[in-house]
């Protein structure tokens, strides 16, 4: 069974640091690129950035100053690492998957296959 679990997500305050955790399970992680979006209240699906097997990850101008991805191919497992994080980044958090042969890049939404169900961060001032 493909799974796809996100944790780490809380109640933070403005300023403050975090970091979401995504493990993957059934798959050969090496030959899937991999992603976070986030969702907030009343808006689209925002893609935060992606990462594929090479390691270099793809960060959204919006967050790239404060928001970093990395992942871990033996612990199959993707990151989100949250520094300064404002209101506005409020939302709920979720990593994404699909077999690309581990390339990552210009990939839809609807492409990816593989979703957690999400973790909800919520920051306040």
């Known amino acids: 069974q493909v799974l796809a679990v996100e944790s780490g997500g809380g109640s933070v305050q403005t300023g403050e640091s975090l970091r979401l955790s995504c493990e993957i399970v059934?798959?050969?992680?090496?030959?899937?690129?991999t992603a976070w979006f986030r969702q907030a209240p009343g808006k689209e699906y925002e893609e935060i950035g992606f990462i594929g097997d090479n390691g270099h990850a793809t960060v959204a101008d919006s967050v790239k100053d404060r928001f970093s991805i990395s992942r871990d191919n033996a612990k199959k497992s993707l990151y989100l690492q949250m520094d300064s994080v404002q209101p506005e980044d409020t939302a709920m958090y979720y990593c994404?998957?699909?077999?690309?042969?581990?390339?990552?890049?210009?990939?839809?939404?609807?492409?990816?296959?593989?979703w957690g169900k999400g973790t909800q961060v919520t920051v306040s001032s």
């Open positions: 994404a998957s699909v077999r690309t042969g581990g390339w990552c890049g210009g990939l839809r939404r609807d492409q990816y296959k593989i």
């Open positions: 059934g798959v050969i992680y090496s030959q899937y690129c």
